[in-house]
């Protein structure tokens, strides 16, 4: 016997704002469907796709609570294709290992202390604009997934950069902005994190 699947109904809805002078946007019911919440979001030109999903019951003989968080960073995001032997992505970054353990710390004791269903949050970076974090977008999508969703969840939070550029404390500081013009580093330039 074949089990026939049908589509669910999705409406389509666009939230946007401006964060710190740039256009902010929340896109839900457009991709994941089969996820309980998921949001493309937009932060100037960062992408981040955002999906939340709970297993309906939980496991037996589970006395914790089984969350798992996600952040994906891949080398299409700045368009970089790698081109040699090792075409696949290796293990997160240091920077994505520490935005999973960010957005981790910040929703866990939102929710209820009995919660036992598995949650998983998976953040992946679509595109990267260098002056707008994809960290910060993870984080306000990851909360505004899980307050659309069925999950009990008692946010929502929010997430800012906050840098302090000529004796002035500024939200989401650009990187035009964040570094001085009248101070020289004797080391050479970083490397981007990307």
Known sequence: MSTIITKKQFNNHIYKTEI????????FGKVAELANASAMVRYGDTSVLVAVTAAPRPRDGVDF??????????????????????????QPSLPAV?????????????????????VVVTCTVMSVDR???PEAAAMVGVSACLAVSNIPWGGPIGCLEVGYVDGQIVMNPTRRRSTPPSWTSPWPPLAPRW
Not at 20 to 27: D, I, T, Y
Not at 98 to 118: E, H, K, M, Q
Request: with cysteine; glycine share 8%; aromatic share 12%.
């Open 20 to 27: 710190a002078g740039r256009p902010f946007s929340l896109e």
């Open 131 to 133: 002056d707008c974090s």
């Open 65 to 90: 609570f089984p969350l798992s968080v996600d952040f994906e960073e891949k080398l299409y995001a700045v368009g970089r294709i790698p081109g040699s032997f090792m075409r696949r992505e290796g």
């Open 98 to 118: 520490l935005a999973s353990r960010v957005i981790d710390r910040s929703i866990r004791p939102l929710f209820p202390g009995d919660f036992r269903n598995d």
